[in-house]
């Protein structure tokens, strides 16, 4: 009995994702509209799907393009790019609700990733234009005649947030599904392929982010807890100071490699710009290098200006500090990961703060008894001298 019905369950649980499957194909679905087009794809992200007819003679090709999901303070849009692969360059068709209910659906050629979506003509004719919005879904239609006798396409399908004041395209998120969704389209056989998850602008945005918070946010305060508390030790010196010194270049040679990862990515990315990241950015690289020069320059411990010296390293190098981390959570909006990347990195950082706080305490404890110890050698000094502090015998 535990086994038929082990297999029932199981059977009906397949069927469920079978049904389920079939439902979100785009081979089975029926337009209201009665109209009926011979090739379709399901695209891998956004809820997307891609109906066309496609005249090889006349280079004509009849599309309409669902997008499920859709709230109506959502614009949605489907392009082409016929001179490369990505958003820059693309030749969009968009559609969003009006407040009114209505359905607005028009061109416009993409030039920049911060493209506000206005209307413009493409680079091709097109005709028949038109969306409708119901049940959360909204389908683009439209006629396009592509030039010289095209028959393999870059696509890039989204979708972004309309402004609540102007009831105009807002900017699209710039991670996860968002930056995956194109690929090509080979408009006769009708077989198209997504660019791969791993591409290189994502991958090198992530060397970025891994890159500087390796460095700046995890080394620089290490070697900073190193230089406040282990030269405490009279054992750990010198030590403590090419431990330091090793832990502080180590962050600056990495951190310059994330610096400079980032630099090569904004120039690739015209018309993408986080203001606030890059200045503090430029600001680390340019308060990091003074502190390698200024190691070049360090005083003599006996010198006159070694106290000026030593205020200055260390308020730079808290500053250093305490910039990197807010633009390390700078870096973590920018590229909303998983939440799990950001929240072991505040993991790292409670672990140090932690760690400084009772290095404080037990640093203060050992410079409090060793003022102790040395008054009290003083005061035993004195009454020797006077002829009450004579050692004991046995005790030289």
């Not at 991670?175 to 991958?203: F, I, K």
């Not at 072991?344 to 060793?370: D, H, M, P, Q």
Request: hydrophobic share 40%; aromatic share 12%.
């Amino acid at each position: 009995m535990d086994g038929m019905l082990k297999l029932f369950v199981s059977s009906f649980i397949l069927m469920s994702m079978l049904l389920t499957s079939s439902a979100q194909s785009c081979s089975r679905y029926a337009f209201s509209s009665n109209r009926v087009f011979s090739s379709c794809n399901d695209l891998p992200y956004l809820n997307s799907f891609l109906h066309w007819n496609f005249n090889s003679s006349s280079s004509g090709v009849q599309i309409a393009y669902r997008h499920t999901g859709v709230t109506s303070s959502m614009w949605v849009s489907w392009a082409i790019n016929l001179d490369s692969k990505g958003m820059v360059g693309s030749q969009a068709l968009v559609a969003y609700r009006n407040p009114d209910g209505t359905i607005k659906a028009y061109t416009s050629s993409v030039d920049s990733y911060r493209t506000p979506l206005s209307e413009s003509n493409l680079s091709f004719p097109v005709s028949d234009l038109s969306a409708t919005y119901s049940n959360s879904e909204m389908i683009i239609y439209a006629t396009l005649e592509l030039p010289n006798n095209s028959t393999t396409v870059n696509q890039v399908w989204q979708h972004g947030p309309l402004s609540a004041t102007t009831n105009t395209p807002g900017p699209h998120a710039f991670s996860g599904p968002n930056v995956q969704s194109m690929g090509t389209l080979d408009l006769l056989s009708g077989r198209s392929a997504t660019a791969p998850v791993g591409n290189s602008r994502t991958r090198n945005r992530n060397i970025h982010g891994v890159l500087n918070a390796v460095s700046w946010g995890i080394l620089m305060p290490i070697g900073a807890i190193i230089a406040r508390y282990m030269r405490v030790f009279k054992s750990a010196d010198p030590a403590w100071f090419y431990l330091h010194v090793t832990c502080q270049s180590s962050a600056y040679i990495i951190g310059v490699a994330g610096w400079a990862t980032g630099i090569k990515l904004g120039s690739e990315s015209s018309g993408v710009q986080y203001t606030a990241h890059r200045a503090i950015g430029i600001v680390l690289f340019c308060l990091g290098t003074l502190q390698v020069f200024a190691l070049l320059l360090r005083p003599k411990k006996d010198h006159k200006y070694r106290f000026y010296w030593d205020i200055y390293h260390r308020s730079v190098g808290y500053t250093v500090i305490i910039l990197s981390i807010i633009n390390i959570y700078k870096g973590f909006d920018i590229l909303d990961p998983e939440k799990k990347w950001k929240r072991a990195y505040t993991g790292i950082l409670a672990a140090l703060a932690l760690s400084a706080v009772f290095l404080e305490a037990f640093t203060w404890y050992i410079v409090l008894k060793r003022k102790k110890s040395a008054r009290s050698g003083k005061m035993n000094g004195a009454n020797g001298v006077n002829g009450y502090g004579a050692e004991t015998p046995g005790t030289a």
